[in-house]
């Protein structure tokens, strides 16, 4: 069978790091390829180098066996290959149809013929069972919908192979499952994907055959049929890892550490607001939030660490009133935030690892002292965490925007954890991260727990909300509709409170 | 570790000014070959520039000392992403500050009274700058546009007072002008270069670029600074309150604009004149880039500027080359170093976009 795409010994460098040292892939016409490993493993840097965004230093590229140069990104898509990022790449301030007809605009003399594109776009929609709303502004969309919207940005250039950049990464239970179809679909209709994951059901699922890659290089290869999910991490990680997290048995405290009150919010463009939540968390608590993406876990997350005011009721840390508190003051009093989008509000990119690690503590001894900062301590103290939290990167006066997804998380998660809080809330902690760090930042969290601290997990993956709360709720419109204690609710119990199809009554009282 | 990143930014400071002294021997090509084309001698441009940085070095101090500044006045709101191009009419008040509290002050008040003088003016500087900013911070308004008019608010009111409030009744021939200051209110000149323009002011400018640097580098204020300009969602999560780092920034950049009026006053024209300043403050603009809005870089591209601006007043003087030919050949040296900058950034911008 004829190669669709090969890849052959590209090596690339970049400041510090060999992204990818002598890497050679082989994708088959018509087949899910999927390609695994670690943050910063390289994956995101060859497949960026497949679709024209960077030249490799050495190898070359094969497209159905012809030799070719991209240029740019639209010398890729002209050759029909197509690319979901991970981070996605939309105009924030356009429509979503505007967003996905974006140097591919049909037109009717020298306007716009936005009556043909909407038909055409309608018809992908239909024949994939993707929905979004073609009228709303990117900015006003869930995380969600933006990638439904870069999947059909894509379709409608009409490519013959699709990569994938950790497209399940943010998407709920469900959602993945009909994205899983949509692939299915695609390759039915010949379609070659590259499924680039960390999430081994899926890849076990969905692919034909997969590629392995760690630190750079290819670790393995082979058809999935051949691999089983033991000796897929083993490639991934190079030994094997359990995915049981340590936790200690349930002992809550007896102090309230987060109590909150009939809190409403404000209704703003794009986002479901809080209708009456009350919800309570305990020491030694972890309350998990389940929920479909967009349902008012952004609101809650915010209105709780006061980016956003509370329009009705109270919210209460250590049993007092911090509704009118600014954020500062909430933050001394001992909250700590990992925020949902890390780009956006968790990270500055400009700055270096250092100046990001320091945000919750330059102010204070022995950081600085009357103003006047004490670099000493700063970077030892920063070094110190790279080195804790296992940010890969040689050292911390590196710009965190050279950092790789994961790796960026896990800046944002040594400074949040560090500041020993009393209640952490940590909005999809390990959204976009591997398996290693995953597992790590799980333990963390289960350790905060364990030494008395209240937790906040809000998280798009179930599975996640269901293996390290010791309670669950479920947000559906904004609204609290159920709770459950750990174990009280399969999945798909769950799911149908998430989906809004059944609610509990009696919810604020415990 | 420490001295290492002092080191660096060092580095980048000067590798930044010689990556920009290249473009300078291309501007000087295209100018000769202006010259030559417009039938003066190509060669008056070199030997303006000469002797601005030889024999007429303090002339060239003289006019370092306010691009010093006005680049620092530039780069301390820039790093947080504020764009105060307003630094102008911030140097006229500073003037008028500076004029007022020099005549009032009683005549044989000793040299000392001077920090009177600079205390008053950059108070004025960072009082005007601070309209913007309040406006910006609590009304929304686009501070570019309120900083950019309100120069003519500035540059208007010092005509005013100089030709109707602070005029000199006893001197009827010149109109636009105060009395003049006491003779130890004058900045003192440097006495290394005798009778000459060069004075004490530069003093100012450089210790005001090491607290600048010192600011930006070594407090808290400066994190805060670059945080917000990075990311100020990211700021505003971390608790930091972007409004008040804008106005404070904002205080600082005009209180280094007055003292620019300050010096301009006290050491060069002893009296307020009404059209003292030649469009310092834009100047400023390029100063702060040329030096990546680095304070330490500012100090050597102000000084290279300060040789400019000189060396076209020198080019004037020494040859018969008409003044408005010599503005034309300041302003190819300072497009082609801008362009030099701009296509910088847009080729960085793409590397951005093709990580």
């Known amino acids: 069978m004829a190669f669709a795409i090969e890849l052959l010994n590209i090596t690339k460098g970049f400041p510090g790091v060999i992204a990818n040292n002598d890497v050679s892939v082989h994708i088959k016409e018509g087949e899910i390829h999927g390609l695994l490993g670690e943050n910063g493993a390289g994956k995101s840097t060859i497949m960026n180098i497949l679709y024209g965004m960077s030249k490799p230093d050495e190898g070359k590229i094969c497209l159905f066996g012809q030799a070719v140069e991209f240029q740019s990104p639209m010398d890729a898509i002209r050759q029909g290959i197509g690319m979901v990022h991970q981070h996605f790449m939309l105009m924030p301030d356009e429509t979503v149809l505007r967003n996905i007809i974006l140097g591919w605009t049909p037109k009717k003399g020298i306007c716009i013929d936005e009556k043909r594109a909407v038909a055409e776009i309608n018809d992908i929609m239909e024949q994939y069972g993707l929905k979004v709303n073609l009228k709303a502004k990117i900015n006003q969309i869930s995380v969600g919908e933006k990638q439904r919207v870069e999947i059909i940005k894509a379709l409608y250039r009409k490519v013959k192979i699709l990569i994938l950049d950790e497209p399940t990464a943010v998407l709920t239970p469900a959602e993945t499952d009909s994205l899983l179809d949509i692939m299915r679909r695609l390759k039915e209709q010949g379609c070659t994907l590259i499924f680039i994951t960390h999430k081994l059901r899926e890849v076990m699922d969905v692919t034909d055959n997969v590629t392995v890659m760690r630190k750079g290089v290819v670790t393995g290869f082979g058809p999935t049929s051949e691999m089983d999910i033991t000796k897929l991490s083993r490639l991934i990680v190079g030994k094997e ?85 600014s954020i500062r003051k909430r933050r001394k009093k001992g909250l700590s935030h990992v925020p949902e989008d890390r780009l956006k ?71 949040e954890f560090s500041s020993s809080p009393r209640l952490l809330i940590a909005a999809q902690p390990t959204r976009g991260v591997d398996i290693g760090a995953t597992q790590y930042i799980r333990t963390k969290i289960a350790e905060l727990r364990d030494s008395g601290k209240g937790i906040l997990l809000i998280s798009a993956e179930l599975e996640e909300v269901m293996a390290m709360s010791d309670k669950i709720v479920v947000i559906y419109e904004g609204e609290i509709v159920a709770q459950f204690k750990r174990g009280e609710a399969d999945e798909y119990e769950i799911g149908e409170y998430m989906l809004g199809s059944k609610r509990q009554e009696v919810l604020y009282g415990n | 570790m420490e001295t290492n990143i002092w080191r660096k930014r060092v580095n980048g400071a000067v590798r930044a000014i010689s990556r920009q002294l290249c473009m300078l021997v291309v501007a000087i090509v295209i100018i000769m070959v202006f010259l030559a084309v417009s039938g003066y001698s190509p060669f008056t441009v070199l030997k303006g520039l000469g002797r601005a940085f030889s024999q007429d070095l303090s002339g060239t101090i003289r006019w370092s000392t306010p691009m010093i500044l006005a680049g620092i006045a530039i780069c301390i709101p820039f790093k947080a992403q504020v764009f105060n191009l307003g630094v102008d009419g911030q140097i006229y008040l500073g003037a008028i500050a500076a004029t007022w509290v020099a005549l009032a002050l009683p005549e044989n008040s000793p040299p000392a009274a001077l920090i009177l003088v600079f205390l008053a003016a950059a108070i004025a500087g960072a009082v005007f700058a601070l309209i913007p900013a309040v406006l910006n911070v609590y009304c929304s308004t686009d501070i570019i546009v309120t900083t950019l008019l309100l120069n003519f608010v500035g540059q208007f009111l010092t005509e005013f007072m100089a030709s109707e409030v602070m005029r000199d009744p006893e001197k009827l021939t010149q109109v636009n002008a105060s009395k003049t200051l006491p003779q130890n209110l004058w900045l003192p000149k440097l006495s290394a270069f005798g009778n ?20 930006f580098f070594k407090t808290t204020h400066g994190y805060e600074i670059k945080v917000v300009g990075s990311n100020a969602n990211f700021a505003r999560y971390g608790g930091i ?95 082609t170093i801008s362009a030099n900058i701009t296509l910088k950034h847009l080729k960085r911008k793409k590397e951005a976009g093709s990580k």
């Open chain 1, 345 to 415: 509000t968790g990270a500055a990119r400009d700055c270096t690892i250092s100046e990001n690690l320091m945000l919750n503590m330059y102010n204070e001894k022995p950081y600085s002292n009357k103003s006047v900062m004490n670099q000493k301590e700063v970077l030892q103290t920063s070094e110190e965490l790279c080195e804790k939290y296992l940010v890969k990167t040689p050292d911390s006066n590196y710009t965190i925007g050279t950092l790789s997804g994961g790796n960026m998380q896990k800046v944002v998660v040594a400074r």
């Open chain 1, 241 to 325: 890892v359990s995915t049981k997290i340590p936790m200690e048995k349930f002992h809550p405290g007896d102090k309230k550490v987060l109590e909150m009150k009939h809190v409403s919010t404000a209704r703003r463009p794009g986002r479901m607001p809080l209708k009456d939540v009350s919800l309570v968390i305990n020491e030694g608590e972890i309350v998990g939030v389940a929920g479909v993406d967009g349902n008012g876990q952004t609101d809650l997350g915010e209105v709780i660490a006061g980016l956003i005011p509370a329009e009705s009721g109270a919210v209460f840390l250590d049993e007092k009133d911090v509704t009118r508190d």
């Open chain 2, 241 to 335: 309150r972007s409004s008040r780092v804008i106005l404070k920034v904002m205080a600082l950049s005009g209180a280094v604009s007055g003292i620019i009026g300050a010096i301009e006053v006290t050491a060069t024209q002893h009296r307020l004149i009404a059209s003292f300043n030649p469009g310092i403050g834009f100047d400023g603009i390029v100063v702060s880039l040329l030096a990546n809005n680095n304070p330490l870089g500012v100090l050597i591209s102000g000084f290279f500027f300060g040789g400019l601006s000189n060396g076209g007043n020198v080019m004037e003087r020494v040859t018969d080359v008409p003044h408005i030919v010599t503005q034309i050949v300041m302003a190819i040296i300072i497009l």
């Open chain 2, 196 to 215: 000459s323009s060069a004075n004490v002011g530069i003093y100012i400018a450089v210790a005001v670029a090491l607290l600048a640097a010192f600011l």
